[in-house]
């Protein structure tokens, strides 16, 4: 019993060799917290093109969604070990990106919905990947606009731009009828009880899985609350619906054991509306990504990222993307919310997260195992998500203060976080601006506040 509640010490490590029965439910944890934000890109744009739902569609809506997790997988490994110059060898779980869900709409309203529109977002994201690529190769000279008062605030716009989604999955999903009922946050809030006591009231392997324990436990909670209370209401409308937290068993029943992946599923088209926007969105991207990468190695490593890392990072960033059209699939990028999780348990072992990669992968194969996971609660992942995201937060502020926080850096970070982030989380104030500054600095906080951040950090005097 001794070795399975006594961590090994090579799980802080990122070569270090881990025992398998340690390496898979450590990588599973990171599945768990990622699953749902892998498909919801695909479900949004897929449904705005009206094939996520849509009558005549339902192969593909299996196939993308397939694809989706097996690329996910894939990418990942590429960006554990990397192939020559692609991939930066660290800490990171790639997935579906939910960055360009804004300039995918605007592309869907532009060209209309339909299999052609998704057709030209695969194009424009098969050019955009290759673009970013390109900026992998040669971010080494751009280091220099990357100081870590740079890197910390995009960190911490990350943390700050996602602790809100995750209130809104404890509170039981965005939009969902109950939002916000009790029976949400009294399960969001048992969980995250489990967590805090297997992270703090227990040490070693309980301790570094606590993520994977706290999510079970929710497993196990909303199962029991199905059977002692009602699993539906009436809303106000006088309609029946489903509680959010119900587990939907039939759908694991349903679902298949095996299934081949589709090679291009939907045809790609090049269209200029569709490229042009996507490009941009491709350098946004990469400054994101240079902050995931910074807040990893910085929580989990305490060192800041070489330039060979992060290089190789973004560049895995263009080839995934690329490579996730050609399968239909989304463009694919650092997770944020994994890189809270490696902040929060320290647990940076390559070992571990390829074991994640893999059950990613096998969840694509058998569908049986993706549904068993896409039935979690949104109220479930929300208890872990407010944690794993508010250190993501910690992690950015360590990254700005690792150097002595001079009247100039405190300007940066000051008017970055106050008027970048600020425009970019209320974007009503851009309500009058070009439809192309909108398109870009609307979306999240991030964008803008990276921008603020590296202009003054070119523009301000030393001190």
């Given at each position: ?6 961590l090994?010490?090579n ?5 270090g060799r ?17 699953f749902?934000?892998n ?6 744009i897929?449904?705005?093109?009206g ?10 809506q299996?196939?993308l969604?397939?694809?989706a997790m ?5 990418i ?5 070990y990397?192939v020559g ?5 660290v ?12 300039v ?10 339909g299999?052609a529109?998704y ?16 900026l ?5 000279p751009?280091r220099r606009?990357?100081p870590?008062v ?9 943390g700050l731009?996602?602790i809100?989604?995750g209130i809104?999955s ?8 109950d ?6 946050l ?10 805090l006591?297997?992270?703090h ?7 570094s899985s606590s ?8 497993y196990?909670a ?9 699993t ?9 619906y ?12 349903n679902?298949?054991w ?5 090679f ?14 996507v490009m ?16 990893v190695?910085e ?5 800041e ?6 290089s190789?990072?973004?560049?895995c ?5 690329s ?5 239909g699939?989304?463009p694919n990028?650092?997770f944020?919310?994994n890189?809270g999780?490696?902040a929060?348990t320290?647990i940076?072992?390559?070992f ?6 893999l059950?990613?992968?096998?969840c694509?194969l058998?569908p ?10 949104q109220s ?8 794993m ?10 990254l700005i203060?690792?150097?002595k ?8 970070v ?7 982030y600020g ?12 439809a192309?500054?909108?398109l ?10 990276a921008?603020?951040a590296?202009v003054?950090n070119?523009?301000l005097?030393e001190d």
């Open positions: 019993m001794a070795k399975y509640v006594s090994s010490e799980a802080y490590k990122f070569e881990l025992p398998l029965e340690q390496a898979i439910p450590l990588g599973l944890q990171h599945v768990l917290a990622m749902v934000g498909l919801t890109p695909l479900l949004i897929g449904g705005a093109c094939i996520m739902g849509g009558a005549g569609f339902e192969q593909l299996v196939s969604l397939q694809n097996i690329m996910a997988g894939l990942t490994l590429l960006q554990l990397a110059p692609v991939g930066g060898k800490p990171i779980i790639m997935g579906t990106s939910s960055g360009f869900i804004g995918f709409s605007s592309i869907v309203a532009t060209m209309g919905s299999i529109a057709g030209a977002i695969m194009g424009a994201s098969l050019l955009g990947g290759l673009f970013e690529t390109v992998g190769f040669f971010l080494k751009l606009f990357f870590p740079v890197t910390g605030t995009v960190v911490l716009s990350i731009s996602l809100g989604v809104n404890f509170g039981g999903g965005f939009k969902t009828k939002f916000g009922s009790m029976e949400n009294l399960l969001g809030l048992f969980v995250l009880v489990v967590i006591f297997c992270k009231g227990v040490k070693g392997f309980l301790s993520i994977l324990f706290g999510i079970i436990a929710g196990i909303a199962f029991v609350m199905g059977m002692v209370l009602p539906t209401a009436v809303g106000p409308n006088g309609v029946e489903t509680k959010s937290w119900v587990l939907h068993w039939e759908k694991v029943a679902a298949g095996f299934a081949v992946p589709e291009m599923p939907v045809d790609i088209i090049f269209d200029i509306r569709a490229i042009l926007p941009i969105m491709f350098i946004v991207t990469a400054v994101e990504t240079v902050g995931d990468i910074s807040g190695m929580g989990g490593m305490d060192r990222a070489t330039d060979k890392e992060l190789g990072g973004v560049m960033d263009g080839v995934g993307s490579v996730a059209a050609l399968f699939v989304l990028t650092s944020s919310q890189v999780l490696v929060m320290k940076v072992n390559r571990a997260l390829a074991m994640g990669a059950f990613l992968i096998l694509g058998i049986k195992l993706g549904a068993l996971v896409s039935i979690m609660p479930v992942l929300g208890g872990a998500a407010v944690m995201f508010s250190s993501i937060v910690v992690s950015g502020i360590q203060t690792r150097e926080l001079t009247p100039r850096r405190l300007t940066i000051s008017v970055a976080l106050g008027v970048g425009m970019g989380a209320n974007p009503g104030v851009l309500a009058h601006v070009p192309a500054v909108k870009i600095f609307g979306g999240s906080g991030i964008v803008p506040a921008l603020v590296i003054l070119v523009v005097p």
